[in-house]
């Protein structure tokens, strides 16, 4: 049996909170992390603020395979991740020698000044290793199990391209997706018992509604394609079930 | 001064996390929240799974004046909210005799069935009063400060609406966003320093990317008109400055 390697994602930043900036990092990585086995198991956004962003940190590199985390790797003082990942591990929060040059290597080729806060973004955990940033340069990091990338989404993909195929990942979670005309209400019933009768599958439900009426998506996951193939047949009898009766 | 008011959010589904479904409510309750002056200061996405929920429940109702979940109280055997919630404070979960009546008239008058299924919907915690769903009836609820409703968006949009007016409200924080030509490097050094004069502001830095270029949206943040005003002045300054130096 293969391991289940699971993951959380902390996105770090006001501007989501506040609701000027909508997120498109979550349902990224939440994909990417399907796509590959690993189960992504919770997301926190939490603020700018580094008691919110130690206790996140520890809370989940603890308890799963890998944390994830955007934003606040930026240049500008309220750009914090790197201070606040450093005191989560204990560790001191200095400039890195190889970011360092990187990055000054980039800044003198475009003529550009290499000022203090460019220079705050080679900050990093003391022992953490580079993730590459092919956008713009200044590397994301990870040190431990805990992976912290850019808020902006075209660096943040870029980022995660860099990071998983150095993951160890797990045995991919199969899916298959019914569209059912019927909602919640009708199904309900029988779908829990088909739930009971196939525990290997997880079945899940989606009401969707539209123009004043309601259909539902239906979902069988499983990590045997044996147990997917069965659930799935279960389910089709009942909506054909269904359809006779109505 | 006016109480700080706060709020955090649960979002509850496999299916964010997952990626299968790419949540729309976390943007709306933001933009909600600081429309009305609460402080919206923790975002949890937890899986279908009891224990989960019951630690977020219990983690952010102590702490914050609000919480508000979205998603699980549907009729099918993966909506556990109610039933989580209630352990979560400790009292039963049990069909609620008003919401049972609502919806047993409900889906007489339309010659429906009330299924067992569609019975789960009337379920709360032992105590919760209810939360109006004007677009399907089955109501959500809130107890204590605890407020439970849909993930569907049409129908969470509608019980929030309900639900907003209720709410005690904090002094709104004025806000006045100024596009910045400049990327993070350049604005770094003077803005943290416009940070350190204006003490009362909250001054974000939002870094945009775009066509192999960057550039920033700046959002200066106060409750007082006065200090808002004042640092938007020191910003635009700031701006007129790089542009003479440029």
């Not at 934003?71 to 360092?100: N, Q, R, Y």
Request: proline share 4%; glycine share 8%.
């Amino acid at each position: 049996m293969t391991e289940t390697v699971t993951a959380a994602m902390i996105v770090i930043g006001d501007e989501i909170l506040s609701g000027r900036t909508k997120d498109r990092n979550i349902g990224h990585l939440a994909e990417m992390m399907t796509a590959v086995g690993i189960d992504l198991k919770e997301v926190r956004i939490v603020a700018d603020d580094e008691d919110a962003i130690v206790e996140a940190v520890n809370a989940l590199r603890e308890r799963y395979t890998y944390v994830f985390t955007t934003g606040g790797i930026g240049p500008t003082h309220d750009d914090i991740t790197a201070d606040s990942v450093s005191k989560a591990l204990g560790v001191p929060c200095e400039h890195d020698e190889k970011a360092m040059a990187l990055l000054a290597e980039h800044y003198a080729r475009r003529g550009m000044e290499f000022t203090e806060a460019r220079q705050r973004m080679a900050r990093m955990p003391r022992g953490a290793e580079h993730i590459d940033n092919r956008i713009s340069i200044a590397p994301g990091f990870h040190i431990g199990n805990v992976y912290v990338m850019a808020g902006v989404p075209a660096i943040f993909q870029a980022m995660l391209d860099a990071v998983v195929p150095t993951l160890k990942t797990g045995q991919k979670l199969l899916s298959v997706a019914i569209t059912c005309p019927y909602g919640e209400g009708v199904i309900g019933g029988p779908l829990a018992e088909i739930q009971k009768a196939h525990p290997d599958t997880i079945i899940g439900s989606y009401p969707k509604y539209r123009d004043g009426s309601f259909w539902t998506e239906l979902v069988v996951r499983s990590r045997s394609q044996e147990a997917l193939d069965a659930g799935r047949v279960a389910v089709e009898a009942m909506l054909k079930d269904l359809a006779h009766a109505t």
